[in-house]
């Protein structure tokens, strides 16, 4: 009989260290500890987390839509084309040229505690209300973040990848971690007609 106890014991415990694992694999955990080291002013935890230099370049992408969205390019004359496409280009070209001395100011800017939850008019709703939800397409996912943009609901998508987090070598390859690599460019545009809405 005692056997029988112990042998039950032992499956609850290696199915909550399952369940444990298998959280603790996801963009949803990477995300928390993405907030937490923002929190903390943690650098470290917040590097393991996320690739700095592609979030600048995500958000000179995601101000240069804002902008677009706000001069009325989504229209569909020749002028709105034109107009578009240059904010595009210029965007990437300024997102490439920005990412080096971004993530220095990053770098300072999560240190010193300066960094906020919001993206121009976008403001991250607080705690647990933030997380959407998740479509995970083998190593990519794009978890929503909701929010609002002038008092309306919106949500913005970011797009993590799963790396190896080489805890027992590089050659083993578990486990694997998320990390934020950017933001869904279907979520910027909505994110930026929802902010245009008045």
Same mark, same amino acid.
């Given at each position: ?73 989504? +229209?569909? @004359?020749? $002028? ?5 496409? &240059?904010? #595009? /280009?210029?965007? =990437?070209?300024?997102?490439?040229? *920005? ?69 027992? +070598?590089? @050659?083993? $390859? ?5 990390? &934020?690599? #950017? /933001?869904?460019? =279907?979520?910027?545009?909505?994110? *930026? ?6």
């Amino acid at each position: 009989m005692k056997l029988v106890k112990k042998l039950v014991v032992l499956a609850v415990l290696a199915l909550v260290a399952l369940g444990a694992q298998a959280a603790w694999q996801t963009p949803y955990f990477a995300l928390w500890q993405i907030d937490r080291g923002l929190d903390d002013k943690d650098l470290g935890r917040v590097e393991r987390y996320a690739d700095l230099e592609a979030l600048v370049k995500a958000s000179v992408e995601v101000t240069g839509a804002l902008a677009a969205e706000q001069v009325g390019v989504g +229209g569909t @004359d020749l $002028g709105s084309a034109l107009l578009g496409a &240059l904010i #595009g /280009v210029v965007s =990437a070209q300024v997102g490439d040229a *920005a990412a080096p001395t971004g993530v220095a100011e990053l770098r300072r800017a999560v240190l010193e505690g300066r960094v906020t939850r919001a993206l121009g008019p976008f403001t991250v709703n607080p705690g647990w209300r933030a997380l959407g939800g998740m479509a995970r397409t083998g190593d990519r996912a794009v978890v929503d973040l909701e929010g609002t943009c002038k008092g309306a609901a919106a949500r913005l998508g970011l797009v993590f990848e799963r790396r190896d987090a080489a805890m027992f +070598g590089a @050659d083993v $390859g578990w486990p694997s971690k998320w990390v &934020l690599v #950017g /933001v869904d460019g =279907a979520s910027i545009k909505a994110l *930026a007609k929802a902010c245009r809405a008045d």
